[in-house]
């Protein structure tokens, strides 16, 4: 008989920027091993602030992170640059909302993810060129090399946002977030996003963190969500258990905002 999955990271902190009032304020929050969670607030809420501390990023805003992040074992607040080096793009990973953006214009997609590659890449382990085929399939884009051939600007917005997550995801993260990964998207293409994030979260035991003000996105994928407001939690559950009964006022009025469209009259 197995018990519940392992805590593979535990936030406990507060964040904030130089000369203002803390943006996070005393955050309690814990991922477990192959978990969906859902991370949902309103545009100012500190959603991108906790991403940013989790992957010890923040000082690159001109942000300060005090507390704990118990990853794995390791309290990386206390760890080095260099051992988060280590971590980063290894055991934990990120996605960002902008793709195209997020991808070097000048260089053809196969290099970037070379790079991306050699950076952690185990001497003893398979190759670059035998892990393409499989990675690119993975995040459902062609395996036959011909996508690799192109610059990022000859790609759909769909397929950069792929890319990112084949980057993101080659050295099998324990531990993968997703900041808006969703916002730049149709509707079509997102649903398909979403799908692939369950995915790979079921096949690789990946706990997944996935950030958005889309309620009904993160209703669709994640098994638990958290509501922040303020740069507080106000309520953290099973999605099921918050979407029939929320207990929080905010979480309420989340709710009430999401549109109900009547299919018989379009309204």
């Known amino acids: 008989m197995t018990g519940p999955p392992a805590t593979i990271c535990s936030l406990r902190l507060t964040a904030g920027y130089t000369g203002q009032a803390p943006v996070l304020k005393d955050i309690a929050l814990d991922i477990a091993e192959g978990e969906t969670l859902g991370l949902v607030g309103e545009s100012g ?99 036959d090399g011909s996508l690799l051939h192109r610059y990022p600007r000859e790609l759909s917005v769909g397929q950069a946002q792929r890319m990112l997550i084949a980057m993101a995801v080659m050295h099998r993260p324990a531990l993968l977030i997703a900041d808006e990964p969703t916002s730049a998207l149709d509707i079509i293409t997102q649903r398909e996003v979403l799908y692939l994030f369950s995915r790979l979260s079921t096949q690789r035991n990946m706990a997944l963190l996935f950030i958005s003000h889309d309620l009904p996105a993160v209703a669709t994928l994640c098994a638990r969500m958290a509501i922040i407001r303020n740069g507080e939690i106000v309520e953290c559950a099973p999605t099921k258990q918050i979407l029939a009964a929320p207990q929080h006022e905010y979480t309420k009025q989340l709710l009430a905002s999401v549109p109900k469209i009547d299919f018989a009259t379009g309204r």
Do not use: Y
């Open 45 to 143: 809420s500190g959603k991108s602030t906790l991403a940013l501390a989790l992957m010890r990023l923040l000082h690159l805003k001109g942000g300060t992170v005090t507390g704990k992040i118990d990853f794995q074992g390791r309290d990386l607040l206390a760890m080095s640059e260099a051992g988060m080096r280590g971590i980063r793009g290894n055991r934990m990973a990120m996605v960002l909302q902008s793709p195209l953006a997020s991808l070097n214009p000048a260089m053809r997609l196969r290099r970037q993810l070379e790079e991306a590659w050699r950076i952690h890449a185990d001497p003893e382990g398979p190759s670059f060129e035998q892990q393409i085929p499989e990675l690119m399939s993975s995040v459902m884009l062609p395996n």
